[in-house]
Nanobody, 115 residues
Framework: QVQLVESGGGLVQAGGSLRLSCAAS????????MGWYRQAPGKERELVAT???????IYADSVKGRFTISRDIAKNTVYLQMNSLKPEDTAVYYC?????????WGQGTQVTVSS
């Protein structure tokens, strides 16, 4: 089992920045890839970014050049630095980690970008 605790969401004006954190505990030795997803009201949950244990990253086209995912293996934590935020980035952001057997979701953190 893996437990995830997210933090860092909040309210920010357009053009501002936020940094999300997701700390993993439990069977952390089995974690492969870590990532962030988001779900806006009335929309499906979508991939934002992922990072493998080797540091390879994938980003959604909508956030490329603005968001940066990183990982501190020693702290079992994944971060999402979000810059140049837009109102359309408003959503609940979820951390997800993948092990060999399954994926685990965090509880979600709200990010609201005002225009």
């Amino acid at each position: 089992q893996v437990q995830l605790v997210e933090s860092g969401g909040g309210l920010v004006q357009a053009g501002g920045s936020l940094r999300l954190s997701c700390a993993a505990s439990g069977s952390i030795f089995s974690i492969l890839t870590m990532g962030w997803y988001r779900q806006a009201p009335g929309k499906e949950r979508e991939l934002v970014a992922t990072i493998t244990s080797g540091g390879a990253t994938i980003y959604a086209d909508s956030v490329k050049g603005r968001f940066t995912i990183s990982r501190d293996i020693a702290k079992n934590t994944v971060y999402l630095q979000m810059n140049s935020l837009k109102p359309e980035d408003t959503a609940v952001y979820y951390c997800k980690v993948y092990t060999v057997n399954r994926g685990y979701w965090g509880q979600g953190t709200q990010v609201t970008v005002s225009s």
